[in-house]
């Protein structure tokens, strides 16, 4: 009889968590999305309450998910790393190894816009050794150290290029100053160094 209780019990409740599940799942993603497109235009000083009305949910949804702004932006952080990693395995799925470097790279300068609204938390957040950084450290390098080889072999790009110099050129426009034409000027000079990369190549 005790069993039959427990297992009736069990069918009672199953079919209504996964459907929660999913929910708070969506409306997660939904505010780390936003989040992402509000820091990277506007700074982490953005309403929370802005990001939660554009994400169609309640404040009260947003502090379910994310209990403090820290931790709002060290989930966009770790969203737009993986995205990043993500995006590179799909183009090289997808595209001559050319192609994937090339629109990997310009998929890079998002990531950075992002990057820019969170320098300071991040600083603060790497002084005292958050557990985010030990979990997606080399990631990125790794993953473009990859493309860059894939692009070498192919004969696309010249030889002697060093992927860690290329990342170095590529996080160095992190460093120029604000302004509404960030993300255009950006893209611009990575064209460039996508076609110093071509210059010299064997193909």
């Keep these: 009889m005790k069993g ?57 949804t947003l502090y379910r998910h994310f209990p403090t702004r820290e931790a709002l932006i060290e989930a966009v952080y770790r969203h737009e790393v993986e995205a990043l990693v993500a995006c590179a395995e799909h183009l090289m799925a997808e595209k001559t190894p050319e192609a994937a470097l090339a629109e990997w790279m310009q998929r890079y300068v998002g990531y950075m816009a992002t990057k820019r609204g969170m320098r300071d938390n991040l600083k603060a957040m790497m002084e005292s050794k958050s557990q985010l950084f030990a979990e997606t450290h080399g990631l990125v390098p790794r993953t473009f150290t990859r493309m860059m080889e894939n692009a070498q072999a192919s004969g696309a790009i010249r030889a002697d290029a060093e992927s860690g110099d290329v990342l170095h050129a590529l996080s160095s426009i992190y460093s120029y100053s604000d302004g509404p034409d960030f993300k255009a000027r950006a893209h611009r000079l990575v064209g460039l160094l996508m076609d110093g990369l071509r210059y010299g190549a064997p193909e």
């Design 4 to 60: 039959q209780q427990a297992r009736e019990q069990r069918d009672d409740t199953s079919p209504a968590k996964p459907t929660l599940r999913a929910d708070a799942r969506r409306n997660r993603e939904k505010l780390v999305d936003v989040a992402a497109e509000a820091f990277s235009q506007f700074g982490v000083d953005t309403s929370l309450e802005a990001i939660a009305r554009q994400a169609g949910v309640g404040i009260g």
